[in-house]
């Protein structure tokens, strides 16, 4: 019976290895596809073009549409959509590589129920793609959360030295290399461009995705033609709130890290017991 199934998983593998290649060779036309990317293995990612575009993989479902957007939340609304289908092909590719490299251990030490550990790799990796997207817009918020306090200190100190919204604004993006900083220098270049002062704020508000900033630049964008002195009150406001968050959550860190900690530092204690008590109770005659 085993002999059967390691013949079967071996089938299965040079079949799965056959077309990997056939299709490895058939992606060249999706050299540009994977050329801005960084990836060590970018060249096996031509394999998930070139299956998607075989089974007329659907780029507008519902999933679609959420990952494309998620994926526009990190890259930007021109690069979402290529993005997602460079994730959606980095998932096919990977997952199937592994998947092949797995049923090829299961044969090589002739053992076929390694070949449930190798699907369950492939599926670990296809799941770790998938998590990427989210992983990058989580990192890509706790910047924004991290560097938002600065910000707005920034912002009143210079507004209240006498300095204008849109100057200030200006002299603070080129001060940090951050996510925050970044889409602060976008929005002087949309203002330098022709873009209203209010909509290039609107738009930096809407690419950090984040509800403190989308609530700092509502009342900012509604006091601007107010002068200067509300303005001043408002920053120093939003600065002190930005602040007692950041606290706040530095505090909820910290707890956060003592609860991970509590798990290795009972198996930790566990194991020592065991150390302990196992040759004294050896020792012991009954």
């Known amino acids: 019976m085993d002999g059967l199934l390691l013949m079967a998983v071996m089938a299965v593998d040079t079949l799965l290895t056959v077309v990997f290649l056939l299709f490895l060779m058939k992606g060249a036309r999706y050299k540009q596809m994977i050329a801005p990317l960084n990836s060590p293995v970018k060249d096996l990612f031509v394999v998930g073009f070139v299956a998607l575009d075989l089974v007329h993989y659907n780029y507008r479902s519902k999933y679609a549409k959420r990952m494309i957007h998620n ?7 021109k690069y979402g959509e290529y993005y997602f289908r460079v994730n959606m092909a980095q998932k096919v590719s990977m997952a199937w590589f592994t998947l092949i490299v797995g049923l090829f251990v299961t044969a090589l030490l002739e053992m076929p129920a390694l070949s449930i550990l190798a699907v369950a790799a492939a599926a670990a990796i296809a799941y770790y793609y998938e998590t990427t997207i989210m992983d990058e817009i989580n990192a890509r918020k706790d910047d924004i959360a991290a560097e938002y306090p600065e910000v707005t200190s920034k912002l009143a100190l210079l507004v209240n030295a006498g300095m204008i919204t849109r100057e200030a604004w200006a002299k603070i993006a080129a001060t940090g290399e951050g996510v925050i900083y970044t889409e602060m220098q976008r929005a002087v270049l949309e203002m330098q461009n022709g873009v209203s002062e209010m909509e290039a704020y609107l738009d930096f508000a809407q690419r950090c995705n984040s509800e403190a900033v989308t609530k700092f630049i509502s009342a900012l964008a509604q006091n601007l ?22 606290k706040q959550r530095a ?3 910290g707890e956060e890290a003592s609860s991970k900690l509590l798990l290795p530092i009972t198996l930790m204690f566990a194991g020592i017991l065991v150390m302990i008590c196992v040759p004294v109770f050896t020792n012991l005659s009954f």
């Open 251 to 253: 505090r909820q860190k």
């Open 71 to 77: 994926s526009a939340i990190v890259h930007g609304e």
């Open 225 to 246: 033609s107010k002068g200067n002195k509300e303005l001043v009150v408002l920053l120093r406001q939003f600065s002190d709130e930005a602040w007692n968050e950041k």
